[in-house]
């Protein structure tokens, strides 16, 4: 929905930081266009988990200026990144779907 400072404030209250918490701090920061945070976030979610492709992914499109990620608002509507990432932060702050 957009609400950065909601998912974060959310996010900032989850008690375990890996990697998947710094993929979606890094997400948040993208869409402020804050890129050098992104960046550095993609970049410990990979260390912590260099085997998943989402994670290097994003780090991979950063380091190439960032190109294919377009923070909320740009394109009219929810791209897939903003559906990957609300579904990331509800299975996050969720345990897995044990709400």
């Known amino acids: 929905m957009g609400d ?14 890996n990697g998947e918490w710094y993929f979606l701090m890094g997400s948040i920061a993208y869409r402020r266009g804050w890129l050098d945070e992104a960046m550095q976030n993609y970049n410990l979610a990979v260390q912590m988990d260099p085997g998943n492709m989402e994670y290097r992914q994003a780090l991979s499109m ?5 190109q294919a990620y377009r923070p909320y608002g740009n394109s009219g509507g929810m791209d897939s990144l903003d559906c990957c990432t609300s579904m990331l932060c509800l299975n996050c702050l969720c345990n897995g779907g044990g709400c």
Do not use: H, I, T, Y
Request: no cysteine.
């Open 62 to 66: 950063m380091q190439r200026g960032g």
């Open 4 to 17: 950065l400072n909601s998912a974060e404030r959310l996010l900032q209250e989850v008690p375990q930081k």
